[in-house]
């Protein structure tokens, strides 16, 4: 069964920490994705991954980083954490091919800054 | 800017009833059109996905109807039941690259 992991369901942190989000995929894929899900507004990319030590900013990455150091781990930085970045955040991969294919969705981790 | 639009927002249906949701898109590089599924507390999963060759797909109670010309398409599920009540989202993305997400749609049937 194909799996991708996120580290936490739930985290409260505190305004100006610094907050790591962990997800791990078990599927070998080359492409990563952070998203993170606000009522009304969908699922909106913050970054995404081709490859190791590859990122590309997605449509909101202002305020976040990213690191890849292997292949099946992606990493999601607050790095001074902000009441705004209150939500869900999403991990996925996906196979990368010369066509689009399916991306399989972590169960989430649900940020609440205060 | 929405590179997908989607609607409606939410959905209230009878038991047996066909809840239709809209998707349209601007970008034709699009190659995949998928629909994911999500249930509260969980992360969404693929539901049924098609590409711009065909225009019906059908996959037990589920069917995406495709309008290349229009740039639309569209989920449609028979038979509905509430078991089938959760978020539905859209999507479209273009040779391997990010998937742009619309905004969802809640559908509640119920029974």
């Known amino acids: 069964d194909v799996k991708v992991t996120q580290s936490s369901r739930y985290l409260v942190k505190r305004t100006g920490e610094k907050v790591f989000l962990e997800c791990v995929q078990d599927?070998?894929?080359?492409?990563m994705f952070w998203y993170r899900q606000d009522p009304g507004l969908g699922l909106r990319l913050i970054y995404f991954s081709y490859d190791v030590k590859m990122k590309e900013k997605g449509d909101i990455p202002e305020g976040y980083s990213v690191s890849r150091e292997k292949k099946e781990r992606f990493s999601l930085i607050l790095e001074s954490a902000s009441t705004n970045q209150t939500s869900m955040y999403l991990c996925a991969s996906s196979l990368w091919s010369g066509l689009s294919t399916e991306a399989f969705f972590g169960q989430g981790t649900r940020l609440t800054v205060v | 800017q929405q590179q997908v639009k989607q609607s409606p927002q939410s959905l209230i249906v009878q038991k047996g009833g066909i809840p239709i949701i809209n998707c349209a898109y601007e970008?034709?590089?699009?190659?995949?059109f998928p629909w994911y599924q999500q249930f509260p507390g969980k992360g969404p999963a693929l539901l049924i996905a098609i590409r711009p060759d065909v225009s019906e797909k059908k996959e037990g109670r589920f069917t995406i109807s495709f309008n290349k010309s229009a740039k639309q398409f569209s989920l449609h599920i028979m038979d509905s039941q509430p078991g089938d009540s959760a978020t539905y989202f859209c999507a479209a993305s273009y040779t391997g690259n990010q998937f742009y997400f619309g905004t969802g749609t809640s559908l509640t049937v119920i029974p």
């Open positions: 970008n034709t590089a699009f190659d995949y």
């Open positions: 599927m070998d894929h080359e492409n």
